[in-house]
């Protein structure tokens, strides 16, 4: 039985873990089995999914790993809130339901937006509060890498993408931000599982070009009021990418 996969999309998840371990994940984020309910035993599980307990082991395994079930000693495998208590890896399972999900897609990418625009927001205050401490020239140099592959006219979402996240990148390893850079690519990382919302965001590679251009400019002359009225023009870019997202995640029938 081939899993869906990313964006809904059927894909070779070639093992029986995977495949078994994706419908038990679908189930928890679809709500048919509820945070705080048990799991069935292990055989229970197996004979379910017609596999050998030793695969349902190792699928319950991965399932810890990633965030959605707990072993408690004395109740057996208990579901976790995958919404309230899940982390980076959890959300990136969850991202492989987009089109079987959409709301739940829909309301994430919306978050992850918010999120990345606190994030610059931050990011312009240091920079702004300490002039002349840190350097733009690796945030132009990786944006002049963006327009070059702007330029070109038929590069793809997923290298524009990677395009702006070099670009982030540059700008939080000058403002020292470690742990921000590692924020910066899990936040990237869950952006680019699905196909359906690189073409949302990035469905005009021009703008992004541009505001890019823009902000690292309001840095480099230290125009904090030009900084913030390019991030304060997120919300509005924001709102249209979220309903591009759900109008191509609800385009078809799964």
Do not use: C
């Amino acid at each position: 039985m081939p899993a869906r996969g990313w964006g809904g999309k059927v894909m070779a998840r070639g093992t029986m873990v995977d495949q078994v371990a994706d419908r038990v994940a679908f189930q928890i984020a679809s709500g048919q089995v509820r945070a705080g309910e048990t799991l069935p035993s292990i055989r229970r599980l197996a004979a379910e999914h017609d596999v050998n307990p030793s695969t349902v082991q190792q699928v319950l395994s991965r399932l810890h790993a990633a965030g959605f079930v707990e072993p408690r000693h004395g109740l057996g495998v208990v579901v976790r809130d995958v919404r309230a208590d899940g982390g980076i890896e959890t959300w990136r399972y969850l991202f492989r339901f987009s089109r079987r999900l959409p709301d739940l897609a829909v309301r994430s990418v919306q978050e992850l937006l918010e999120m990345l625009q606190v994030f610059y927001a931050a990011t312009l205050a240091k920079i702004m509060a300490d002039q002349g401490a840190h350097d733009a020239a690796p945030a132009r140099r990786a944006w002049r890498q963006l327009e070059l592959l702007v330029g070109e006219g038929d590069t793809t979402p997923a290298r524009v993408h990677q395009g702006v996240m070099q670009i982030l990148r540059s700008a939080s390893a000058a403002t020292g931000a470690g742990i921000g850079i590692g924020l910066i690519n899990s936040l990237g990382g869950l952006l680019a599982e699905v196909p359906e919302v690189l073409e949302a965001v990035y469905a005009d590679p021009g703008a992004h070009l541009w505001w890019w251009g823009e902000l690292i400019t309001a840095w480099e002359t230290t125009d904090e009021a030009l900084g913030r009225q390019l991030i304060a023009l997120l919300d509005d870019w924001h709102a249209e990418t979220v309903d591009r997202v759900r109008a191509l995640l609800t385009a078809q029938p799964v």
